[in-house]
T-cell receptor, first 115, second 116 residues
Framework: ETGVTQTPRHLVMGMTNKKSLKCEQH?????MYWYKQSAKKPLELMFV???????ENNSVPSRFSPECPNSSHLFLHLHTLQPEDSALYLC??????????????FGPGTRLTVT | AQSVTQLGSHVSVSEGALVLLRCNYS??????LFWYVQYPNQGLQLLLK??????LVKGINGFEAEFKKSETSFHLTKPSAHMSDAAEYFC??????????????FGSGTRLSIRP
């Protein structure tokens, strides 16, 4: 595998379910990100991790719970989601933090549908 | 604080025609500016990036963008469109310093369609 991979690519879940999204980067980067991409809206930064430490949490509801066990893996645990949470969830990584100083590399995303 | 506005959610051009995607930004500090492309069922890929060096930035796939401070613009162009250019394009801005607190702010995107 190369670059940033995400699994699953598609996920349909009910509002009472618990599921997890997985992201893995094979680039040796130190920073990882979760973004939410909804139709007709700008990308929303959800969480930022640097060397496994969460450095940013942009007022994301507690039904989204991130986990970064090491610098290569990032998870997004989901529970009791709402239909408005349906979106494409993108993971990205960069060499380090620093705004746009370091290029962010994106995974293909997980298309989440909440029924 | 930074913000970015992409003018036109959908642009359609003929194959071989000029591509022009518009982006205006707002920034309280000299910015870094970016264009990303997203092909169907894929993540975002960096096309090009402005970091206060040359105002005309060349990117991949024949795209380029010009930073115009007086107009607060960073429009993306390509002289001759190809069918493979059909995708969603995102303009983005961040504070132009190395700062761990500096986020990248994305525009809403412009979908580019190419007519045969």
């Amino acid at each position: 595998e190369t670059g940033v991979t995400q699994t699953p690519r598609h996920l349909v879940m009910g509002m009472t379910n618990k599921k997890s999204l997985k992201c893995e980067q094979h680039l040796g980067h130190n920073a990882m990100y979760w973004y939410k991409q909804s139709a007709k809206k700008p990308l929303e930064l959800m969480f930022v991790y640097s060397l496994e430490e969460r450095v940013e949490n942009n007022s994301v509801p507690s039904r989204f719970s991130p986990e970064c066990p090491n610098s290569s893996h990032l998870f997004l645990h989901l529970h009791t989601l709402q239909p408005e949470d349906s979106a494409l969830y993108l993971c990205a990584s960069s060499q380090d933090l620093g705004g746009g100083y370091y290029e962010q590399y994106f995974g293909p995303g997980t298309r989440l549908t909440v029924t | 604080a930074q913000s970015v506005t992409q003018l036109g959610s959908h642009v359609s051009v003929s194959e071989g025609a000029l591509v022009l995607l518009r982006c205006n930004y707002s920034s309280s500090v000299p910015p870094y500016l970016f264009w990303y492309v997203q092909y169907p069922n894929q993540g975002l890929q960096l096309l090009l990036k402005y970091t206060s060096a040359a105002t005309l930035v060349k990117g991949i796939n024949g795209f380029e963008a010009e930073f115009k401070k007086s107009e607060t613009s960073f429009h993306l162009t390509k002289p001759s469109a190809h069918m493979s250019d059909a995708a969603e394009y995102f303009c983005a801005v961040s504070g132009g310093t190395y700062s761990s607190a500096s986020k990248i702010i994305f525009g809403s995107g412009t979908r580019l369609s190419i007519r045969p």
